[in-house]
């Protein structure tokens, strides 16, 4: 997700394969919708094992209706604890919530952050709010995550409750009935907090997901619900196979629910479902499945009924399991980490854990890609937009330096700058972006940038590479690198490496005072090694100092092993012409 590479001239050319030659500067790649984005290299010819979760992954559910169901089932639970009558009239409203926004159980708020914890946006029910309002809870418009006080909202399944937590904030804070506090709502010897409003909430989703109607609805009305391409889908099942690779399924989901969504998606084939999959494993509790887990016991796919104790042998082929943990997992089917590719929805239960717990190479599914490409796509020239207004910006304080005293009037760049980001934001929704605000990216985008090695709007869009392709990363570099043109002239105050230190010709600068202080330090060490050699004789000069290594030692980012990558050490420099694939 790098936005700092860019093409300099005098670059070579490069030959796809089809011999038509192209500038190095034209980038060869597939159709967007059928991308594959890169974070981290990943050679798939060494996947041994690709593993799936179900809900929001193979099992895409429809957008809205699915969560306008969410949401009214939730408002009838709520309903069942006592909440007011008038929150039956709420009405779903899918351009608000975006996940990856975090809730303040403090002061009621809902916030999107950057990376780092600053403030992006921050609503309060249906206000949004800013300047001294936003001070007034976060003097420094930044938050550190806590999680005794920030609940973070990362899932598809959060729309809706997003959503509803807005709501019922902006009942209970503009209701003549209530006074707004600080921290909740009052009304004569009642007090409720944000935070209680939140649980209440947050109680009610956990319960219509796992003892309530969610699943009986959805079960009832599939073709409303659950988007079904099964044709891809058992295409890309038989390829994985035919490439001699395993396939499991890992969900969170219990067998009765799992066997209903995948016959719907897959039985149409003219097979069993489960005949697509070499493991499978339902309720696993992710992301206690990538800790110390739950018993593993084999399910009797006849009756649902799970056997008694604990099951220690080998993994049957197409048979259903419940429970376990990755350790154990790993062992029965012989994975050593690295050689699984997982792809999930979920950015903390799917990726981060196995990630981090397991080294699996991870592919993030992000459904809301495809609307983030046509806007970036449509919207694009206010991007470009903002980054003139930098320019300009720059360039009204480039002749400044710290002699200078007054400053030059900025206010109207940097208000033309906000309202282009405000413009752009908007076009995404009520709060903005998932990845992005301007031209900071969010909380969200800094994980699947970190923790998700590949990324895409769906899993089937492995169908558009082959099984021995190289996902490659693009370069990422820093601001000195990536701002910094290398055929431009460095200017006349010269920054010199001597030594291990950096000494500094001042303004006077040139090559001459350059060659004098590079001269001085050659002499030094000379001096040095002389000193060296006459306490040791016997010695030769290399064992004080290090040879320059023959063989390449410092390595592409090609996910090669040291052993694999040994037949490249010696090669030649790159030609002018490289001849390449057409991703």
Same mark, same amino acid.
């Given at each position: 997700m790098s936005q700092n590479s860019e093409v300099f001239p005098n670059s070579p050319n490069i030959?796809? &394969?089809?011999?038509?030659?192209? =500038?190095?500067?034209?980038? /060869?790649?597939?159709?967007?919708?059928?991308?594959?984005?890169?974070?981290?290299?990943?050679? +798939?010819?060494?996947?041994?094992?690709?593993?799936?979760?179900?809900?929001?992954?193979?099992?895409?559910?429809?957008? @809205?209706?699915? *969560?306008?169901?969410? %949401?009214n089932l939730v408002i009838e639970q709520l309903l069942k604890l006592g909440y007011p009558q008038e929150i039956k009239n709420f009405v779903y409203d899918p351009t608000f919530p975006v996940r990856g926004l975090w809730y303040d159980k403090l002061y !009621?708020? #809902?916030?999107?952050?950057?990376?780092? !914890? &600053?403030?992006?946006?921050?609503?309060?029910?249906?206000?949004?709010?800013?300047?001294?309002?936003?001070?007034?809870?976060?003097?420094?418009?930044?938050?550190?995550?806590?999680?005794?006080?920030?609940?973070?909202?990362?899932? #598809?399944?959060?729309?809706? *409750? /997003?959503?509803? /937590?807005?709501? +019922?904030?902006?009942?209970?804070? $503009?209701? @003549?009935?209530?006074?707004?506090? =600080?921290t909740g709502v009052s009304c004569g010897s009642v007090f409720v907090s944000f935070k209680a409003i939140f649980q209440d909430i947050r109680s009610a989703v956990d319960y219509i997901h796992s003892h309530g109607d969610l699943k009986q609805r959805t079960i009832e009305n599939l073709e409303e619900y659950v988007v079904k391409d099964h044709k891809r889908l058992a295409t890309l099942f038989n390829r994985m196979h035919e490439n001699k690779t395993k396939v499991f399924l890992l969900t969170n989901s219990g067998f009765e629910y799992t066997n209903k969504i995948m016959s719907f998606l897959l039985d149409d084939t003219g097979r069993d479902w489960k005949s697509y999959f070499d493991y499978i494993v339902v309720d696993a509790m992710k992301p206690l499945f990538f800790a110390e887990g739950t018993t593993l016991k084999e399910v009797d796919t006849n009756t649902g009924i799970k056997q008694f104790g604990s099951h220690a042998g080998p993994l049957k082929t197409h048979q259903v399991y419940s429970g376990g943990n990755s350790d154990v997992f790993s062992k029965l089917v012989g994975s050593r980490g690295k050689d699984v590719l997982y792809v999930g929805d979920h950015i903390f239960g799917d990726i981060i854990k196995s990630k981090k717990e397991r080294a699996w190479r991870t592919f993030l599914v992000v459904p809301e890609l495809e609307q983030e490409l046509v806007t970036w796509h449509d919207k694009r020239n206010i991007f470009t937009e903002i980054e003139k207004l930098d320019k300009t910006l720059a360039e009204k304080l480039i002749d400044f330096?710290?002699?200078?005293?007054?400053?030059? &009037?900025?206010?109207?760049?940097?208000?033309?700058?906000?309202?282009?980001?405000?413009?752009?934001?908007?076009?995404?929704?009520? #709060?903005?972006?998932?990845?992005?605000?301007?031209?900071?990216? $969010?909380?969200?985008?800094?994980?699947?940038?970190?923790?998700?090695? /590949?990324?895409?709007?769906?899993?089937?869009? #492995?169908?558009?590479?082959?099984? %021995?392709?190289?996902?490659?990363?693009? =370069? +990422?570099?820093?601001?000195?690198?990536?701002?910094?043109? @290398?055929?431009?002239?460095? !200017? *006349?105050?010269?920054?010199?490496?001597?030594?291990?230190?950096?000494?500094?010709? !001042? &303004?006077?600068?040139?090559?001459?005072?350059?060659?004098?202080?590079?001269? +001085?330090?050659?002499?030094?060490?000379? *001096?040095?090694?002389?000193?060296t050699q006459s306490i040791s004789s016997e010695k030769s000069e290399e064992a004080f100092r290090p040879s320059t290594p023959s063989e390449l030692t410092h390595h592409e980012d090609f996910d090669d092993d040291d052993e694999e990558s040994d037949e490249s050490k010696n090669s030649p420099s790159p030609p002018d012409t490289v001849i390449v694939s057409r991703p």
């Open positions: 030959k796809v &394969n089809d011999g038509e030659e192209k =500038p190095a500067n034209q980038p /060869i790649k597939r159709e967007t919708s059928h991308r594959v984005f890169v974070n981290r290299s990943l050679q +798939m010819s060494k996947i041994k094992f690709f593993g799936f979760d179900m809900d929001y992954t193979l099992a895409l559910y429809k957008s @809205p209706q699915y *969560e306008i169901l969410a %949401f !009621g708020n #809902l916030l999107k952050v950057d990376a780092y !914890g &600053n403030i992006l946006v921050c609503v309060h029910g249906f206000k949004f709010l800013h300047g001294s309002d936003l001070l007034k809870y976060y003097p420094n418009k930044y938050l550190n995550f806590d999680e005794s006080r920030i609940y973070s909202l990362n899932t #598809l399944f959060n729309l809706p *409750e /997003i959503y509803l /937590i807005a709501c +019922m904030i902006n009942f209970f804070t $503009t209701s @003549p009935l209530y006074q707004h506090q =600080p330096d710290s002699s200078s005293k007054t400053c030059p &009037n900025i206010s109207s760049i940097k208000h033309q700058i906000q309202r282009c980001i405000h413009e752009m934001d908007m076009s995404y929704g009520l #709060l903005g972006s998932l990845f992005r605000s301007g031209s900071r990216q $969010t909380h969200f985008a800094s994980q699947v940038t970190r923790y998700a090695d /590949i990324y895409a709007a769906s899993h089937l869009n #492995l169908l558009h590479y082959p099984f %021995f392709y190289l996902y490659k990363a693009p =370069p +990422m570099l820093m601001p000195h690198e990536s701002t910094v043109n @290398p055929y431009e002239p460095l !200017g *006349e105050a010269l920054f010199r490496k001597v030594g291990r230190g950096l000494s500094f010709a !001042g &303004n006077d600068a040139n090559d001459s005072n350059v060659s004098a202080l590079v001269q +001085m330090s050659n002499k030094i060490d000379n *001096e040095k090694r002389k000193q």
